[in-house]
Structures are given as structure tokens and as C-alpha cells.
């Protein structure tokens, strides 16, 4: 029984001892050792040949195809997220055909293997050798000769995974339509939004915070699926650098540690921008409000009491 | 001397048809759910549109702006045909446009409010002003805090959807349809999906809406606000009008049987 009375403890804050969770040391104890003995081991182990992991780590030749591999990353991904909306819109269009095509585009890309599209796109100009529009037997608008772009493997590079992407891309974008209320869809049409401001200002806001999970996810695996372009066969990327590189050292792991290390900067540079972006288009969707919302809610509190008073 | 003076008296003008519906049917494929609803509302009036569940009452409030398209009959909102465009005696298809426009006239209130919830209670109240009618941002945000005081809710300005109650959110929700300065309000059972005590703070605002003269029509199942605010009363009962009047004769003598269910269950 403590001796205070009841009504003194009423507007005290709380200061509790908080519980201990002994079992979470221990385990995360265990863990941290073992970790200490994997990284002793690394150090000492003389296979991974730190001296060349060093000296290779920031030479120009590695450097400039972890360059490529991020612009090939990132070029890929345009052309998939663009694509992919449009694919997700077509999805979802009462037109028939448009469904049928979106429909047909994603069965094709997502259902035969990255690889053997990236071979075929690097053989897409002795297929195609010229390509022409115009009315049969009539005139000609367009005429492209193939052969001059044969020799640029990083453009095809792109083509080749950007619409490999596009086909996950439409999945999720549509889930994320699809996950937003219709009854947000009809409220913007009520107010006299068309089609377009409704989508753009009031769906796909909601579509997003859905969307980008996943669409980290896929970014994050373009920029080591990158590693496949030799299928094309394009050899300027960050895998296919490192390997070339292991044939002039000739040891094969300390250029895969540089090359992993690599990625490994660059994954962790999009996870931080996934966390903002997480956040912007995570506003509204939970009961607690961010501090500095707080502090604007109280002050307009204080303001109107004051205004009745 | 302008046209509006030179009118004999403000009770003419108040007698305007906003709302003229002539045999409406509404079918969703082989399914007819509006069977010919006939019935008109006054500029100025609040008519109450009541009956059991499914008899076709958001149905019709959907048709009147537009959300459904009709099968047959006619809708006028203020003398303008909704969703069609007359040419001699053939109507063309409303270009989707034309039908947003259309729409902006009319303010709806849904049973679960429909607020963005990624936007601020002011964001919700301003966002179609600014796109749809050009309106200047700051001109909008001064019109947005204006309509949250006069809805209880000058301090709830920048939280967010999920952080205020159903009655606070309800009332964000009138003051967004207010934003877009319509003559027509609907409300499809805007109390239906709040706690009791909260049902009170927004049949205040549609109460004070109506004294201020703005044409509603409320589908609801309080007859209190009924008999209190609204000129006329309409009971409808699998698809068409049943019984239409003054609310405080129908709610007190209704002359049909299905009525007088409807009502022994509700009163
Ligand atoms: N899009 C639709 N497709 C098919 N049937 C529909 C559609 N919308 C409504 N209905 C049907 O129309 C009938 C009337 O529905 P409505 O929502 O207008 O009823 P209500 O009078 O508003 O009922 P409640 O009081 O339950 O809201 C119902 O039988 C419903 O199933
Ligand atoms: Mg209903």
C-alpha cells in the first residue's frame, strides 16, 4: 500500500522500471560472438587476398562498370515502371483489346526465362535487318537499317530487361490499383474530377504506398540482374568486368568480393530512398500522427480554445 | 434593375423546380432496381427519401448525379438534362466533360464518407476546387478554413482522415461537397454508419444547411430530422414511389399499408 494518497498520483507521469528481457541478451550475445568469429576468420583466411580485394576495389576499370551497371539499372527500371503503368492501366480498361494485348504481354515476358530474351534481343538485328513502315505497295515513312544498331549491345541491354521488368511491374501496379476502395474513385468523380485528376490525385497516391515495396524489391534485383547481360553479349557491366579482371589476377574471389561489395554500396543508396519514399506516400495511413503534426494540431487547439473563451 | 429584382416575390422564385425526375427506371442488366420514380424538389426545399433496404434509394441518388446512367424516363437538375444532350428528339451520350461538369453542381455525402485519407481535412476540401475549377490555391484554402469553421472544425485542419472520429470526418466530408459552391446536396445515409452520440453533430450542420436554403436530398432512416427540417417526405418501396407528402402527415396518418410497415419498424 503505498502511503500517498490516491488523488496526488492522478497527474504525475508515469516513470515504470521497465521489464528485462533476458532470453533477447543471451540469444543476441551468441549471435554477435559468432559473427566475431566469422570476421576473424575472413581476415585471416589468405584465399580472399585482401591485398588485391584493396587494390581492386577503387581501380577506374571497376569503377566505371559499377557506373554502367547503375546506369543500365536504372534505364532498365524507367522503361520498366512506365511500361508497367501502362500495362496496369490497359489491364483495367473496359476496352477488350486493350485488355487482351496488356494480358498477352505479360504471359510472353514473365513466362520464358530473362536470359534466353536477352540472347534473342542480341539477335534481334540479324533477324530484323531492316525495319519499314509504310502502306504495302505504297509509300514509305520510315525506314531503318538494323546494322547500325548492332554494335550497341547497352541500348539493347536496356530494351531487353526493361521490358523483362515491365511484365512484374504491370502485376504490381495493378494490385495496387485494385487495393485502393472504389468508393475513393466515385467520391473524386462526385466532386466532378475526371478520369485522369481521379487516378492521378486521388488513386494512385493510395496505389503507391502499395506499390513500393515491391518496386524496391524489383529494382534492387534489376541491378544484380544486370549481371546477365553477357547473354547479349554485353561485357561493360560490373560482373562481367570482375571476372575479367580475376583472369589478370588469377584469383577469382578477392574480384567477386570487390564486385559484391559494389552492389552491396549501391543497394544499400536505394534502401534508403525507398525508406522516404515509404514515408511521403505513407501520410494519413495510420492513427498516429508525426510529432511535428502534433505540435500543429495543439497549437490550433490552443488557439480556438482561446477564440470561445 | 436587374432580372432577380424585378421578380413579384422571393416565394416564386423559391418555387423553381432543381429537381425534376419523370419515370426514371434504372436497370443493371436483366435486374430492373428503379421500376419509374416520378417526383420533383424545389430549389430551397429538403425532401427526405426514405424506405426499406433495397428499395432503390442510393440507386436514384446515383442517377442523379450521374454515377449511374438511366435506362429510361428523364432527369433534370436545375431545367438540365443529367448525362444526355438533347437534339430535336434524339439524346446523345454526355461527353465525359460536359458530365464532370454537370456533376460539380451536385454535392454528394456518402454513408462512409469516401475523405482521401493521404490528405489533410483541409487538403480533402480544397483538392477539387484547385484542379477542376482553376480556382486560386491560397483563394481555396481561405474558402476551405471558412467551411471547417462553420462545420465545428477550425482546429482539425491539418490531421488527417484517420485520426478524427466518423462525426468529424462525416462533417469534413459536407464541407468538401460544400467547397465546390453546388445548388443541389445529396446525402446517401450520412448518419448511418456513426455512433449515436456522434449523429447529432452532423444532423446540426444539415440542419443549419437547410436554413440557409440550400435544395438537399437526404436518404435517411431519422425520422426526428424528417419531420423537423424537411419540406416533403418520400417513401419508396422496390423501385417506385409509394407514398409522397408533407413528413409530418405521412409520418402521422400514412395512407398505404406498406408504409405504415416500413414506418411501425423504424418509428
Ligand atoms: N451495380 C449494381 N449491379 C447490380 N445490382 C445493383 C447494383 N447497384 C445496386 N444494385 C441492386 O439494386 C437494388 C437497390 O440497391 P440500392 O443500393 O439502391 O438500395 P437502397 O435502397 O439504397 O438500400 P439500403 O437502404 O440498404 O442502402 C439492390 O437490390 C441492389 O442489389
Ligand atoms: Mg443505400
Known amino acids: 500500500m503505498s502511503s500517498r494518497a490516491p488523488n496526488d498520483v492522478g497527474s504525475l507521469p508515469i516513470d515504470a522500471v521497465p521489464l528485462r528481457h533476458p532470453g533477447r541478451t543471451a540469444s543476441a550475445l551468441v549471435i554477435v560472438a559468432l559473427l566475431g568469429l566469422f570476421l576473424y576468420g575472413a581476415a585471416t583466411n589468405s584465399a580472399y587476398e585482401w591485398s588485391t580485394y584493396a587494390a581492386y576495389l577503387l581501380d577506374e576499370r571497376i569503377s566505371r562498370a559499377a557506373v554502367i551497371t547503375l546506369m543500365l539499372t536504372v534505364l532498365a527500371m524507367v522503361i520498366g515502371v512506365v511500361l508497367g503503368v501502362l500495362l496496369a492501366v490497359m489491364r483495367l480498361s473496359p476496352n477488350r483489346v486493350l485488355r487482351s494485348v496488356s494480358w498477352g504481354f505479360v504471359w510472353f515476358f514473365r513466362g520464358t526465362p530473362v536470359y534466353v530474351q536477352l540472347v534473342f534481343w542480341g539477335l534481334i538485328t540479324t533477324i530484323y535487318r531492316t525495319v519499314d513502315l509504310g502502306v504495302p505497295f505504297g509509300p514509305q515513312f520510315l525506314h531503318i537499317s538494323t546494322s547500325s544498331f548492332a554494335e550497341n549491345f547497352f541500348w539493347l541491354a536496356v530494351i531487353g530487361l526493361g521490358l523483362n521488368e515491365s511484365a512484374y511491374m504491370a502485376e504490381i501496379v495493378r494490385a495496387g490499383i485494385s487495393s485502393v476502395d472504389e468508393g475513393q474513385y466515385e467520391a473524386a468523380t462526385a466532386l466532378g474530377m475526371s478520369w485522369r485528376e481521379a487516378t492521378t490525385l486521388v488513386v494512385l497516391p493510395q496505389a503507391m504506398r502499395v506499390i513500393i515495396p515491391p518496386t524496391g524489391n524489383e529494382l534492387i534485383s534489376m541491378l544484380k540482374t544486370t549481371s546477365l547481360v553477357t547473354a547479349i553479349p554485353y561485357t561493360q557491366d560490373l560482373y562481367s568486368r570482375a571476372r575479367d579482371l580475376a583472369v589478370e589476377t588469377f584469383n577469382p574471389v578477392p574480384m567477386l568480393l570487390v564486385a559484391s561489395t559494389w552492389y552491396l554500396f549501391f543497394t544499400s543508396i536505394l534502401m534508403v530512398g525507398q525508406f522516404y519514399l515509404e514515408r511521403h506516400f505513407g501520410r494519413g495511413a495510420s492513427r498516429a500522427a508525426s510529432s511535428k503534426q502534433l505540435k500543429t494540431l495543439a497549437a490550433a487547439q490552443l488557439r480556438d480554445d482561446k477564440a470561445v473563451r | ?267
Not at chain 2, 199 to 213: S, W, Y
Not at chain 2, 251 to 260: E, G, I, K, S
Open chain 2, 1 to 267: 434593375m436587374t432580372l432577380r429584382d424585378s421578380l413579384p416575390s422571393a416565394t416564386a422564385q423559391a418555387a423553381s423546380p432543381m429537381v425534376v425526375s419523370e419515370g426514371v427506371h434504372k436497370r443493371f442488366g436483366a435486374l430492373e432496381v428503379l421500376k419509374g420514380v416520378t417526383l420533383s424538389v424545389n430549389a430551397g426545399e429538403v425532401m427526405c427519401l426514405v424506405g426499406p433496404s433495397g428499395s432503390g434509394k442510393s440507386t436514384f441518388l446515383r442517377c442523379i448525379n450521374h454515377l449511374e446512367q438511366i435506362s429510361a424516363g428523364r432527369l433534370y437538375v436545375d431545367g438540365e438534362l443529367v448525362g444526355y444532350r438533347q437534339r430535336g428528339d434524339r439524346l446523345f451520350e454526355m461527353h465525359p466533360k460536359d458530365a464532370a461538369r454537370q456533376r460539380r453542381q451536385i454535392g454528394m455525402v456518402f454513408q462512409r464518407f469516401n475523405l482521401f485519407p493521404h490528405m489533410t481535412a483541409l487538403e480533402n476540401i480544397v483538392a477539387a476546387p484547385v484542379k477542376d475549377q482553376g480556382r486560386r490555391r491560397e483563394a481555396a484554402i481561405e474558402q476551405g478554413r471558412d467551411l471547417l469553421k462553420q462545420v465545428g472544425l477550425s482546429d482539425k485542419a491539418d490531421a488527417y482522415p484517420a485520426q478524427l472520429s466518423g462525426g468529424q470526418q462525416q462533417r469534413v466530408a459536407i464541407a468538401r461537397a460544400l467547397a465546390m459552391e453546388p445548388k443541389l446536396m445529396l446525402f446517401d445515409e450520412p448518419t448511418s454508419a456513426l455512433d449515436p452520440e456522434l449523429v447529432g453533430e452532423v444532423l446540426d450542420v444539415m440542419r443549419a444547411l437547410a436554413d440557409k436554403g440550400m435544395t438537399m436530398i437526404v436518404v435517411t432512416h431519422e425520422m426526428g430530422f424528417a419531420r423537423e427540417v424537411a419540406d416533403s417526405l418520400v417513401f419508396m418501396d422496390d423501385g417506385v414511389v409509394v407514398e409522397a407528402g408533407n413528413p409530418r402527415e405521412v409520418l402521422a396518418n400514412p395512407t398505404h399499408a406498406r408504409t405504415r410497415a416500413f414506418l411501425s419498424k423504424v418509428l
